[in-house]
């Protein structure tokens, strides 16, 4: 339809990736997922030709390669913090291009600006992230119930690419209803929160995308605990569920926090012996991220992520 891929997503609550950025005499890095974090800091370095040696403390990290776009966070969080404490004025979108982010989704882009519920209009001709095409806040009653499968990974790198260059074009048909589906469906539906028309969609979406990344990730879904697990909330009626990115975790989206907290206790009892799986609860967001300066005694601005 003349642009590639097309992505919606949701920011979360509850899922964080935290980090300060500190002054010091030479370069280190520490807590988890570290060596990514300095990756990110050491190529803005050579990239910018600028910035002073520094640590970076993560805090906490968002999971990687469990599809819900820990990669992009974590390049944005310690770009974000460089470009405060360097005095670069860089935007979540230039620090996205230099690092590589963004290059077939904005949405993780979107999230660290705005939150909310974000649609982007997929890769057009230029180098730069997809645009953001829609923004709605999302509701604050609803909760979205994550299904972890700790034992599996999401398609990412050499994979990941290879299985966009190997896998055959989307139906134009099947692309045009998609888009329609979004459009006069799923966001209308979401701004008037009301969940069965918004959920119908997403699951239909999930379906047919799901279908077509099937050769390349084992299936509809990349795990085959995690496909267990939606299946039973089918079964119960849940109308939103699907697969964020290339998985392996889940999701559904249910009216109040009660019947999710309900929905995992029961998936729980269900799953005993599956240690890999975890069931967890959490709102939407419908802010950015937060960037917080402290002056320290060497005059350098810390805390930032």
């Known amino acids: 339809m003349g642009r590639r891929f097309g992505s919606l997503g949701l920011t979360l609550d509850g899922l964080v990736t935290r980090l300060r950025l500190q002054a010091s005499p030479r370069s280190t890095a520490q807590g988890p997922q570290s060596d990514r974090a300095a990756t990110c800091l050491a190529r803005l370095r050579e990239t910018l030709g600028s910035g002073n040696d520094a640590t970076l403390i993560v805090e906490e990290a968002i999971p990687a390669h469990a599809g819900l776009g820990s990669g992009t966070q974590m390049a944005l969080a310690v770009g974000a913090a460089a470009s405060e404490a360097w005095g ?9 291009h230099l690092l590589d982010r963004g290059a077939r989704s904005g949405i993780g882009i979107g999230a660290f600006e705005t939150g909310g519920f974000l649609v982007d209009g ?14 709605i806040p999302f509701p604050g009653h609803w909760r979205v119930l994550l299904i972890f499968d700790h034992a599996t990974r999401g398609l990412h790198g050499a994979s990941e690419i290879a299985a966009f260059r190997d896998l055959p074009p989307f139906a134009p048909q099947q692309a045009a209803h998609l888009a329609r589906l979004v459009l006069m469906q799923i966001l209308p539906a979401l701004a008037e929160a009301d969940l069965e028309p918004f959920g119908s969609g997403v699951s239909e979406l999930q379906r047919a995308v799901g279908d077509h990344f099937a050769p390349a990730q084992g299936g509809r879904f990349a795990s085959r605990r995690v496909a267990a697990a939606l299946s039973v909330l089918q079964a119960r009626g849940v109308c939103c569920l699907g697969q964020s990115s290339w998985g392996p975790t889940g999701f559904a989206i249910v009216d109040t926090a009660e019947r999710a907290h309900d929905l995992a206790r029961e998936l729980r009892d269900r799953f005993p012996g599956e240690a890999e799986l975890e069931f967890r609860v959490v709102a939407g967001s419908n802010r950015g991220a937060r960037i917080r300066v402290q002056e320290t005694a060497l005059g350098m601005p810390q805390d930032a992520g």
């Not at 730069?128 to 923004?135: D, Q, V, W, Y």
């Open 88 to 96: 670069l004025g860089l935007s979540p979108r230039e620090i996205a």
């Open 122 to 135: 997929g890769r057009g001709d230029s180098d730069a992230p997809p645009p953001l095409i829609s923004r």
